[in-house]
Nanobody, 128 residues
Framework: QVQLVESGGGLVQAGGSLRLSCAAS????????MGWFRQAPGKEREFVAA????????NYADSVKGRFTISRDNAKNTVYLQMNSLKPEDTAVYYC?????????????????????WGQGTQVTVSS
């Protein structure tokens, strides 16, 4: 059974940093793109970042570009999201997801519907 478990969320002051982790189990995802999404209260879930299976290509939402960095360790079946210079508007539940399609090294999907399995989410709260 495929399982994605996020961790690393919490409460942080504006300007601070957090590092989210997403550990996958049940199968290896070393040939699959993975992504991070978030959902703020009263809003729809939105794309944050994605990374190709090789880790060599990434894609970011404009709102986080230059502040967030997505990375992965295929040996550990884990994807990370380093979040710096956090803002109150980054407050949300953050979800990781995996796309079962084994695309090229340039494949970094932004569309939620392309992702097949999701974690339960981790809360990130940024105080002003």
């Amino acid at each position: 059974q495929v399982q994605l478990v996020e961790s690393g969320g919490g409460l942080v002051q504006a300007g601070g940093s957090l590092r989210l982790s997403c550990a996958a189990s049940g199968r290896t995802f070393s040939r699959n793109a993975m992504g991070w999404f978030r959902q703020a209260p009263g809003k729809e879930r939105e794309f944050v970042a994605a990374i190709s299976w090789s880790g060599g290509n990434t894609n970011y939402a404009d709102s986080v570009k230059g502040r967030f960095t997505i990375s992965r360790d295929n040996a550990k079946n884990t994807v990370y999201l380093q979040m710096n210079s956090l803002k109150p508007e980054d407050t949300a539940v953050y979800y990781c997801a995996v796309d079962y399609y084994s695309g090229s090294i340039y494949y970094v999907p932004r569309t939620q519907d392309l992702y097949d399995s999701w974690g339960q989410g981790t809360q990130v709260t940024v105080s002003s």
